[in-house]
Protein backbone atom coordinates (compact mmCIF):
# COMPACT_ATOMS: atom_id res chain seq x y z
CA UNK A 1 0.00 0.00 0.00
CA UNK A 2 1.25 3.47 -0.85
CA UNK A 3 1.62 5.72 2.10
CA UNK A 4 -0.01 8.82 0.72
CA UNK A 5 -2.98 6.95 0.39
CA UNK A 6 -4.28 7.37 4.22
CA UNK A 7 -3.13 11.27 4.00
CA UNK A 8 -6.11 14.12 4.24
CA UNK A 9 -6.48 16.96 1.69
CA UNK A 10 -4.67 18.98 3.56
CA UNK A 11 -1.53 16.90 4.04
CA UNK A 12 -1.38 16.46 0.57
CA UNK A 13 -1.14 20.27 0.09
CA UNK A 14 1.32 20.66 2.59
CA UNK A 15 3.22 18.04 0.35
CA UNK A 16 2.90 19.50 -2.98
CA UNK A 17 3.75 22.76 -1.07
CA UNK A 18 7.14 21.25 0.22
CA UNK A 19 8.25 20.01 -3.02
CA UNK A 20 7.20 23.27 -4.85
CA UNK A 21 9.30 24.93 -1.96
CA UNK A 22 12.36 22.63 -3.07
CA UNK A 23 11.44 23.02 -6.90
CA UNK A 24 10.07 26.29 -7.72
CA UNK A 25 13.18 28.32 -7.76
CA UNK A 26 15.15 25.50 -9.80
CA UNK A 27 12.28 25.25 -12.64
CA UNK A 28 13.63 26.45 -15.87
CA UNK A 29 11.43 28.27 -17.46
CA UNK A 30 9.44 31.54 -16.09
CA UNK A 31 6.41 30.53 -17.84
CA UNK A 32 2.97 31.01 -16.60
CA UNK A 33 1.92 27.47 -17.81
CA UNK A 34 4.54 25.10 -16.80
CA UNK A 35 7.26 27.55 -14.84
CA UNK A 36 7.53 29.77 -11.86
CA UNK A 37 5.09 32.30 -12.98
CA UNK A 38 2.28 29.33 -12.02
CA UNK A 39 4.35 28.09 -8.82
CA UNK A 40 3.99 31.81 -8.12
CA UNK A 41 0.31 32.19 -8.34
CA UNK A 42 -0.31 28.88 -6.11
CA UNK A 43 1.80 30.01 -3.10
CA UNK A 44 -0.48 33.49 -3.50
CA UNK A 45 -3.20 31.07 -2.94
CA UNK A 46 -1.90 28.64 -0.41
CA UNK A 47 -0.70 31.96 1.99
CA UNK A 48 -4.07 32.78 2.06
CA UNK A 49 -4.99 29.55 2.96
CA UNK A 50 -2.64 28.87 5.60
CA UNK A 51 -2.47 32.93 6.51
CA UNK A 52 1.31 32.31 6.29
CA UNK A 53 2.89 35.33 4.72
CA UNK A 54 6.03 33.24 4.34
CA UNK A 55 4.50 31.94 0.91
CA UNK A 56 3.36 34.84 -0.43
CA UNK A 57 7.36 36.33 0.10
CA UNK A 58 8.50 33.06 -1.62
CA UNK A 59 5.77 33.74 -4.78
CA UNK A 60 7.13 37.61 -4.35
CA UNK A 61 10.98 35.99 -4.70
CA UNK A 62 9.77 33.96 -7.86
CA UNK A 63 8.58 36.94 -9.61
CA UNK A 64 11.78 38.52 -9.21
CA UNK A 65 13.64 35.77 -10.34
CA UNK A 66 11.31 35.26 -13.28
CA UNK A 67 12.06 38.87 -14.14
CA UNK A 68 15.25 38.57 -14.45
CA UNK A 69 15.09 35.76 -16.68
CA UNK A 70 13.29 37.94 -19.12
CA UNK A 71 15.09 40.32 -22.10
CA UNK A 72 13.55 42.10 -24.58
CA UNK A 73 14.20 38.74 -26.86
CA UNK A 74 12.50 36.57 -24.81
CA UNK A 75 10.00 34.46 -26.60
CA UNK A 76 6.52 36.61 -26.18
CA UNK A 77 4.31 33.10 -26.25
CA UNK A 78 1.60 32.31 -23.97
CA UNK A 79 2.63 29.03 -22.60
CA UNK A 80 6.00 30.03 -22.12
CA UNK A 81 6.72 33.65 -22.85
CA UNK A 82 5.77 37.01 -22.08
CA UNK A 83 2.45 36.32 -22.99
CA UNK A 84 1.32 34.29 -20.30
CA UNK A 85 3.67 36.17 -17.72
CA UNK A 86 1.97 39.00 -18.12
CA UNK A 87 -1.66 37.62 -17.63
CA UNK A 88 -0.39 36.11 -15.10
CA UNK A 89 0.61 39.07 -13.39
CA UNK A 90 -2.61 40.75 -13.95
CA UNK A 91 -4.04 38.27 -12.43
CA UNK A 92 -2.44 38.52 -9.38
CA UNK A 93 -3.18 42.26 -8.77
CA UNK A 94 -6.97 42.15 -9.58
CA UNK A 95 -6.82 39.49 -6.90
CA UNK A 96 -5.49 41.44 -4.70
CA UNK A 97 -2.49 39.02 -4.21
CA UNK A 98 0.35 41.43 -5.36
CA UNK A 99 0.42 45.11 -4.62
CA UNK A 100 2.50 47.43 -6.50
CA UNK A 101 3.46 50.94 -7.21
CA UNK A 102 4.84 50.90 -10.96
CA UNK A 103 3.48 48.98 -13.91
CA UNK A 104 5.57 45.72 -13.72
CA UNK A 105 4.34 44.99 -17.08
CA UNK A 106 5.36 48.33 -18.80
CA UNK A 107 8.64 46.49 -20.03
CA UNK A 108 6.93 43.78 -21.94
CA UNK A 109 4.49 46.00 -24.13
CA UNK A 110 7.57 46.84 -26.52
CA UNK A 111 8.15 43.07 -26.72
CA UNK A 112 4.66 42.02 -27.34
CA UNK A 113 3.49 44.84 -29.72
CA UNK A 114 6.67 43.96 -31.88
CA UNK A 115 5.13 40.24 -31.40
CA UNK A 116 1.54 41.34 -32.73
CA UNK A 117 2.34 43.92 -35.76
CA UNK A 118 6.17 43.06 -36.94
CA UNK A 119 7.09 39.29 -35.94
CA UNK A 120 6.32 36.30 -38.30
CA UNK A 121 2.93 34.88 -35.99
CA UNK A 122 2.79 30.91 -36.24
CA UNK A 123 -0.87 30.03 -36.09
CA UNK A 124 -4.25 31.53 -34.01
CA UNK A 125 -3.83 29.00 -31.07
CA UNK A 126 -3.81 30.87 -27.84
CA UNK A 127 -0.51 28.94 -26.27
CA UNK A 128 1.54 29.64 -29.31
CA UNK A 129 0.07 32.08 -31.59
CA UNK A 130 -2.14 35.56 -31.69
CA UNK A 131 -4.59 34.54 -29.61
CA UNK A 132 -2.31 34.38 -26.94
CA UNK A 133 -0.53 37.84 -27.67
CA UNK A 134 -4.58 38.78 -27.63
CA UNK A 135 -4.72 37.75 -23.87
CA UNK A 136 -2.27 39.87 -22.67
CA UNK A 137 -3.71 43.09 -24.43
CA UNK A 138 -6.82 42.48 -23.02
CA UNK A 139 -5.03 42.23 -19.54
CA UNK A 140 -3.50 45.51 -20.25
CA UNK A 141 -6.56 47.27 -21.29
CA UNK A 142 -7.58 48.40 -17.63
CA UNK A 143 -4.10 50.26 -17.45
CA UNK A 144 -4.52 54.13 -19.06
CA UNK A 145 -1.03 54.20 -19.86
CA UNK A 146 -1.09 50.98 -22.22
CA UNK A 147 -4.72 50.92 -23.36
CA UNK A 148 -4.03 52.72 -26.22
CA UNK A 149 -1.30 49.87 -27.73
CA UNK A 150 -3.73 47.69 -26.13
CA UNK A 151 -6.94 48.83 -28.60
CA UNK A 152 -4.15 48.99 -31.60
CA UNK A 153 -2.83 44.96 -31.51
CA UNK A 154 -5.91 43.62 -30.59
CA UNK A 155 -7.51 45.29 -33.99
CA UNK A 156 -4.63 44.09 -35.81
CA UNK A 157 -5.44 40.38 -34.57
CA UNK A 158 -9.41 40.90 -35.04
CA UNK A 159 -8.51 41.87 -38.50
CA UNK A 160 -6.19 38.91 -39.06
CA UNK A 161 -8.81 36.59 -37.90
CA UNK A 162 -11.44 37.91 -40.10
CA UNK A 163 -9.23 37.86 -43.14
CA UNK A 164 -8.19 34.11 -42.47
CA UNK A 165 -11.19 32.99 -40.84
CA UNK A 166 -12.45 30.27 -43.43
CA UNK A 167 -8.98 29.04 -43.17
CA UNK A 168 -8.32 28.40 -39.35
CA UNK A 169 -7.69 25.11 -38.62
CA UNK A 170 -10.52 22.96 -36.33
CA UNK A 171 -7.71 22.14 -33.20
CA UNK A 172 -7.22 26.25 -33.41
CA UNK A 173 -10.78 27.21 -33.38
CA UNK A 174 -11.96 26.75 -29.87
CA UNK A 175 -9.06 29.36 -28.72
CA UNK A 176 -9.76 31.59 -31.17
CA UNK A 177 -13.86 31.35 -30.31
CA UNK A 178 -12.84 31.84 -26.17
CA UNK A 179 -10.42 35.09 -27.00
CA UNK A 180 -13.51 36.56 -29.13
CA UNK A 181 -15.86 35.84 -26.05
CA UNK A 182 -13.65 37.19 -23.49
CA UNK A 183 -12.84 40.47 -25.90
CA UNK A 184 -16.63 41.42 -26.40
CA UNK A 185 -17.50 40.56 -22.90
CA UNK A 186 -14.33 41.78 -21.10
CA UNK A 187 -13.67 45.29 -23.07
CA UNK A 188 -17.09 45.68 -25.00
CA UNK A 189 -15.83 45.05 -28.25
CA UNK A 190 -19.21 45.30 -30.52
CA UNK A 191 -17.11 44.96 -33.71
CA UNK A 192 -16.30 41.60 -33.18
CA UNK A 193 -20.00 40.11 -32.52
CA UNK A 194 -20.31 39.46 -36.43
CA UNK A 195 -17.10 37.07 -36.03
CA UNK A 196 -18.06 35.67 -32.87
CA UNK A 197 -21.16 35.02 -34.33
CA UNK A 198 -19.55 33.09 -37.32
CA UNK A 199 -17.26 31.17 -34.76
CA UNK A 200 -20.16 29.68 -33.17
CA UNK A 201 -21.35 27.76 -35.84
CA UNK A 202 -17.86 25.82 -35.66
CA UNK A 203 -18.32 22.16 -34.47
CA UNK A 204 -14.90 21.54 -33.40
CA UNK A 205 -15.20 24.31 -30.38
CA UNK A 206 -15.40 22.51 -27.53
CA UNK A 207 -12.41 20.43 -28.04
CA UNK A 208 -9.40 22.35 -26.30
CA UNK A 209 -7.15 20.29 -27.81
CA UNK A 210 -4.41 22.56 -26.19
CA UNK A 211 -5.27 20.89 -22.81
CA UNK A 212 -3.73 17.25 -22.36
CA UNK A 213 -5.67 14.58 -20.42
CA UNK A 214 -4.98 14.84 -17.26
CA UNK A 215 -6.93 15.26 -13.74
CA UNK A 216 -5.67 19.04 -13.83
CA UNK A 217 -6.71 19.43 -17.48
CA UNK A 218 -10.08 17.22 -17.15
CA UNK A 219 -11.55 19.50 -14.38
CA UNK A 220 -10.10 22.98 -16.70
CA UNK A 221 -11.66 21.41 -19.68
CA UNK A 222 -14.97 20.81 -17.96
CA UNK A 223 -14.92 24.29 -16.01
CA UNK A 224 -13.81 25.94 -19.57
CA UNK A 225 -17.00 24.18 -21.44
CA UNK A 226 -19.46 25.55 -18.79
CA UNK A 227 -17.99 29.14 -19.39
CA UNK A 228 -17.86 29.26 -23.25
CA UNK A 229 -20.25 26.49 -24.24
CA UNK A 230 -22.15 26.60 -21.45
CA UNK A 231 -22.57 22.44 -21.72
CA UNK A 232 -21.41 21.51 -18.37
CA UNK A 233 -23.00 22.05 -15.23
CA UNK A 234 -21.92 22.62 -11.93
CA UNK A 235 -22.88 18.92 -10.62
CA UNK A 236 -19.89 17.64 -12.97
CA UNK A 237 -17.37 20.26 -12.17
CA UNK A 238 -18.00 19.12 -8.34
CA UNK A 239 -18.06 15.40 -8.94
CA UNK A 240 -14.41 15.76 -10.32
CA UNK A 241 -13.25 17.74 -6.91
CA UNK A 242 -14.85 15.07 -5.40
CA UNK A 243 -13.07 12.25 -6.76
CA UNK A 244 -9.75 13.64 -6.72
CA UNK A 245 -7.02 11.22 -6.38
CA UNK A 246 -4.45 11.03 -3.59
CA UNK A 247 -1.34 12.88 -4.51
CA UNK A 248 1.26 10.02 -5.79
CA UNK A 249 4.55 11.10 -4.64
CA UNK A 250 6.01 8.24 -6.14
CA UNK A 251 5.00 9.27 -9.36
CA UNK A 252 5.42 13.12 -9.85
CA UNK A 253 3.66 15.03 -11.50
CA UNK A 254 5.36 16.09 -15.69
CA UNK A 255 6.64 19.23 -14.36
CA UNK A 256 5.78 21.90 -11.23
CA UNK A 257 3.56 24.46 -13.27
CA UNK A 258 -0.23 24.69 -13.65
CA UNK A 259 -0.97 22.56 -15.86
CA UNK A 260 0.74 19.36 -15.59
CA UNK A 261 2.49 19.96 -12.33
CA UNK A 262 2.17 20.44 -8.39
CA UNK A 263 1.34 24.08 -8.40
CA UNK A 264 -2.06 22.99 -10.44
CA UNK A 265 -2.11 19.79 -8.08
CA UNK A 266 -2.58 22.20 -5.22
CA UNK A 267 -4.71 24.83 -6.72
CA UNK A 268 -7.24 21.75 -7.83
CA UNK A 269 -7.13 20.66 -4.05
CA UNK A 270 -7.63 24.19 -2.44
CA UNK A 271 -10.71 24.20 -4.88
CA UNK A 272 -11.84 20.46 -3.53
CA UNK A 273 -11.39 22.37 0.15
CA UNK A 274 -13.24 25.37 -1.27
CA UNK A 275 -10.52 27.88 -0.42
CA UNK A 276 -10.47 28.98 -3.91
CA UNK A 277 -12.66 29.34 -6.70
CA UNK A 278 -12.40 28.63 -10.73
CA UNK A 279 -10.68 32.18 -11.80
CA UNK A 280 -7.12 30.33 -11.80
CA UNK A 281 -8.45 27.94 -14.28
CA UNK A 282 -8.91 30.15 -17.20
CA UNK A 283 -5.70 30.99 -17.13
CA UNK A 284 -5.20 28.01 -19.03
Same mark, same amino acid.
Request: glycine share 8%; charged share 25%.
Given at each position: ???Y?S??????????A?????N??????P???????????????????????????????L????Q??I????????????????????????N???????D??????Q??V?A??? @?????????D? !? =? +? #??????? /? $???????????E???????????????I??????D??????????????????????Q????????????????????????????????????????????????? @??????????? !? =? +? #?????L? /? $???????????????
Open positions: MQQQMTMEEQLSQVNMLLLGTLTESGLVHGKMGVAIFFFHYAQYTENMLFADYAVDIGEMNQHLNSPADYEKGIAGIGVGIDYLIRDFLLVEDICEDFDRMRVMY @DPWQDFSMYG !L =T +G #YGRYWIS /R $LRYQEPAVQAQCLGYIVRLLEENLADPSEEQTVYCFLYDLQRISGYESCNGLLECRKWEAKNSFSRLEDSTISNFIRKVQSSRYLNDTNQNEIDTILNQIEDL @DTEKPPVSMGL !L =T +G #YAGEGL /R $LEALRKTDHSWTFLL
